[in-house]
């Protein structure tokens, strides 16, 4: 239990950091940024199906599974949004 605890302190003290922090970065640096957050959030993955690997009980397992989930949705959509980003950079094909 005391486990649980210390995950969930770790999980809101992360959370407050990180909004204070990427709420500071200017827009000239937010693509660069975005990009390392999905890095770490494809860590955050292959962390919890490490986890999964060991025995946990099934509150562990719910968070766990919250965590892939909301951790796969960062990813795929950060690229989406990356991806988007970085066209808009490119210029328009002239048509032969």
Same mark, same amino acid.
């Given at each position: *239990?005391? +486990?649980? &605890?210390? *995950?969930?302190?770790?999980?809101? =003290? #992360?959370?407050?950091?990180?909004?204070?922090? &990427? #709420?500071?970065?200017?827009? %000239?640096?937010?693509?660069? %940024?975005? #990009? *390392?957050? +999905?890095?770490?959030?494809?860590?955050? @993955?292959?962390?919890?199906? @490490? %986890?999964?690997?060991?025995?946990?009980?099934?509150?562990?397992? &719910?968070?766990?599974?919250?965590? &892939?989930?909301?951790? /796969?949705? +960062?990813?795929?959509?950060?690229?989406?949004? /990356?991806? !988007? *980003?970085?066209?808009?950079?490119? =210029? !328009? !094909?002239?048509?032969?």
């Amino acid at each position: *239990m005391f +486990n649980l &605890i210390l *995950m969930v302190v770790v999980f809101f =003290g #992360s959370f407050a950091i990180g909004y204070l922090l &990427i #709420s500071r970065v200017p827009p %000239l640096l937010h693509t660069p %940024l975005m #990009s *390392m957050t +999905n890095a770490i959030s494809a860590i955050t @993955i292959l962390a919890a199906l @490490i %986890l999964f690997s060991l025995p946990t009980t099934p509150v562990e397992k &719910i968070f766990g599974s919250i965590a &892939i989930i909301t951790a /796969t949705f +960062n990813v795929v959509g950060g690229f989406v949004i /990356t991806d !988007k *980003m970085l066209k808009l950079f490119k =210029g !328009k !094909k002239k048509k032969a």
